[in-house]
């Protein structure tokens, strides 16, 4: 029970990636508060992660909204006393479609960046005070291999995330000292409903794995970076990617 006695929020956490992670932590003994914007599909993940045995209060809203934000950390505290773990994972396009640079209009992009960068600076900041103040902290934020390679047609995506790679070692320096782990986690080819068979077809040609990755691999990969197991990694950039940020020179 490796986080036995530990306090995680997690941030989109409903489906997919934040879901995975979910489930290593109740798994582990974790406490969890999980956020979702979909109600409905938060609770059926609260339930699922209830039936590992682990006790979850389900907090739906959205992380974009800074008077929401505050109401998250103030649940978590009245619920748990502390939040120990967090993963930052909110990210994406609000209901937007990914448009070339030059023809996606400055408010879209403006709301893109926000989405993936300004609520995850948000949810940090409305939980790190109390982690330096106790003296400990487990922080993985979410960025994506749009932010190292770029993203044609979603450069406003792609922006986001790269701002999240001068936040975290940045934050990370600040907090070290006080007994706080803030990393990065890079994400690559991980599955997505509405990704299209010749989309999906071309990022397995380029893994060195040759697949895409399963939500488990994800989900283990940033539970380590969450345990103490990783008490010595900070400020880092994990790239969970099946190798697609490793170019193959020989071919």
């Known amino acids: 029970m490796r986080f036995g006695g530990r306090v995680a929020l997690v941030t989109g956490g409903g489906r997919g990636i934040g879901k995975a992670v979910a489930v290593e932590l109740a798994k582990g003994g974790a406490a969890l508060v999980v956020n979702d914007l979909d109600r409905d599909r938060l609770e059926t993940a609260c339930r699922e992660l209830r039936g590992l045995g682990a006790s979850v209060t389900a907090v739906p809203g959205d992380v974009g909204d800074p008077a929401f934000v505050a109401d998250l950390a103030a649940a978590a505290e009245r619920e748990h006393g502390r939040v120990d773990l967090l993963l930052n994972n909110v990210g994406g396009s609000p209901g937007l479609p990914f448009r070339p640079f030059l023809d996606t209009p400055l408010d879209d992009f403006r709301r893109i960046v926000d989405l993936n960068f300004t609520s995850q600076v948000m949810v940090l900041r409305a939980v790190l005070k109390g982690m330096v103040e106790r003296g400990y902290g487990k922080v993985v934020c ?96 994990l790239a969970i990617d099946g190798g697609l940020l490793v170019p193959r020179l020989n071919e």
């Open 142 to 237: 979410v960025s994506s291999i749009s932010a190292v390679l770029g993203q044609e047609a979603g450069s406003a995506y792609a922006a986001g995330k790269a701002a999240l790679h001068g936040l975290v070692p940045s934050v990370a320096k600040e907090v070290a000292r006080f007994g706080v782990n803030v990393n990065l986690v890079v994400l690559g080819n991980p599955p997505h409903p509405s990704r299209t068979a010749a989309r999906q077809a071309y990022l397995d040609r380029l893994s060195h794995l040759g697949r895409v990755g399963r939500l488990e691999e994800f989900g283990r990969a940033i539970a380590f970076l969450l345990s103490d197991d990783a008490s010595y990694l900070s400020g880092a950039a």
